[in-house]
Nanobody, 120 residues
Framework: VQLQASGGGLVQVGGSLRLSCAAY????????MGWYRQAPGKQRELVAQ???????NYAESVKGRFTISRDNARNTLSLQMNSLKPEDTAVYYC???????????????WGQGTQVTVSS
């Protein structure tokens, strides 16, 4: 599985960006997918996640501003980010979780990361 993220950039406070992630390889519609971010000096954190059944989960800090979606036919994941704040500045990573039956746990695949910078 390979994940290729795109769409990051520099935006002013209150602006919008849309991140996209293309997934290649052996992918099932049931794989949970999500976006994580990592700011300088901080740990990587979950931003939003979406299951194969399109159930979503958001970090409290982005609720009401960010929307995650997926297109299973095209194996793509998107994150619409509105009302951006300086604290949203980070490298954003696309994630896909694959359940490994033999070990009974998930394996995480990661994209290369895309920089989002929100300037004030």
């Amino acid at each position: 599985v390979q994940l290729q993220a795109s769409g990051g950039g520099l935006v002013q406070v209150g602006g919008s960006l849309r991140l996209s992630c293309a997934a290649y390889g052996s992918i099932s519609n049931v794989n949970p997918m999500g976006w994580y971010r990592q700011a300088p000096g901080k740990q990587r954190e979950l931003v939003a996640q979406i299951t194969g059944g399109n159930s979503t989960n958001y970090a409290e800090s982005v609720k009401g501003r960010f929307t995650i979606s997926r297109d299973n036919a095209r194996n793509t994941l998107s994150l619409q980010m509105n009302s951006l704040k300086p604290e949203d500045t980070a490298v954003y990573y696309c994630n896909l979780r694959s359940f490994q039956v033999l070990v009974g746990s998930y394996y995480d695949y990661w994209g290369q990361g895309t920089q989002v910078t929100v300037s004030s």
